[in-house]
């Protein structure tokens, strides 16, 4: 395992005359445990995507784990739960499971699953096509998807819209014990309790890095913003 789980240098996003993030310069340490804080638009939900490899940097560079962002062995060791799920059409949440499972090497996926579905409320739908499901019950679909497979990193944005109060006391038990399990994670929030947890805030403003420190330290105001 490297050292550093994440390693951003000279990371840029544009489109087209409007920058959308950078430079930035950031390092996440292997088993680190940091949050995004910012407002809308200042380019958390970019650096996520630019890091887990679902947008081009228009300069700079990324790694994970000691490997580049594009390669195989990154996107084996890095997990990645978006702000907005996207599910096949015509594969049930079981069936979206056993697949991501078994593609990263989980052929024992079955009681990990189970366990899953059942601690974030939704084995009785376990059979059923997320892609009809409430946004809700999307994002709890989403959260047993990115916790059914092995990671190194995870990273993860925004994951507690639309979830209701058991779907939020899950989520922060699973969080709690993947990092306790050796995961780093990076995750954007405005949850204060997760904020607090973590132990380092990185606060971004209009695509630049503004804080960078514990999170005792930052702007209360930006934490609840």
């Known amino acids: 395992m490297s050292a550093l789980a994440l390693v951003a240098h000279g990371l840029v996003k544009s489109y087209g005359d409007a920058p959308a993030l950078g430079p930035v310069d950031l390092t996440v340490a292997a088993n680190e445990r940091v949050v995004l804080i910012g407002h809308n638009g200042s380019g958390k939900t970019t650096l996520l995507r630019l890091a887990a490899g679902l947008l081009d940097p228009t300069a700079g560079a990324v790694t994970l784990c000691g490997h580049a962002v594009e390669s195989l062995e990154a996107r084996a060791a890095v997990s990645y739960l978006g702000d907005q799920p996207v599910f096949y059409d015509d594969l049930s949440v079981r069936e979206h499971l056993e697949y991501v499972a078994r593609l990263h090497g989980n052929d024992e996926w079955e009681p990990q699953a189970t366990d899953l579905v059942e601690r974030l409320g939704i084995s009785e739908r376990a ?15 989403a959260i047993a998807l990115a916790f059914v497979r092995p990671f190194e990193l995870m990273l993860v944005d925004e994951p507690f819209v639309g979830l209701d109060q058991g779907g939020r006391e899950a989520l922060l038990v699973l969080l709690e014990e993947a990092h306790a399990a050796g995961a780093a994670l990076l995750v954007a929030t405005h949850e204060l309790q997760t904020v607090v947890a973590a132990q380092r805030v990185v606060a971004l403003r209009d695509g630049a890095i503004v804080f960078d420190g514990p999170p005792s330290e930052a702007d209360s105001d930006s934490l609840v913003r």
């Open 127 to 141: 059979d059923e096509l997320p892609t009809t499901f409430s946004r809700g019950l999307r994002q709890k679909a």
